[in-house]
């Protein structure tokens, strides 16, 4: 699977942005996607997950209720809705892709496919 991710800018601290992770190479029925982001000198941290097929998300407490993941079938894209943006959101967003199996969604060990990062910078 290759991932493309992009939509990231900068935006003020209650803004909005939209980022987009298309995806080539495989079916995706069987495939669960997930956004992770890592911010300057922490590691790679999980915002949350989507499966293809069924749409099922999950969502990291720290942007439960501001974030929201969807897919778009026709476009083999997923995307990530992101409002009331905090400063602290700041950090390279990556998207990544993993069958889905097993209930481990949230180590960015299990993901075998990755994109490359886009940057979203929150002011305050």
């Known amino acids: 699977v290759q991932l493309q991710a992009y939509g990231g800018g900068l935006v003020q601290a209650g803004g909005s942005l939209r980022l987009s992770c298309a995806a080539s190479g495989r079916t995706l029925s069987s495939y669960r996607m997930g956004w992770f982001r890592q911010a300057p000198g922490k590691e790679r941290e999980f915002v949350g997950t989507?499966?293809?097929?069924?749409?099922?998300?999950y969502y990291a407490d720290s942007v439960k209720g501001r974030f929201t993941i969807s897919r778009d079938y026709a476009l083999n894209t997923m995307y990530l809705q992101m409002n009331s943006l905090k400063p602290e959101d700041t950090a390279l967003y990556y998207c990544a892709a993993k069958v889905n199996f097993g209930d481990n969604y949230f180590s960015t060990s299990v993901y075998p496919f990755w994109g490359q990062g886009t940057q979203v910078t929150v002011s305050s």
């Open positions: 989507i499966t293809w097929s069924a749409g099922t998300t």
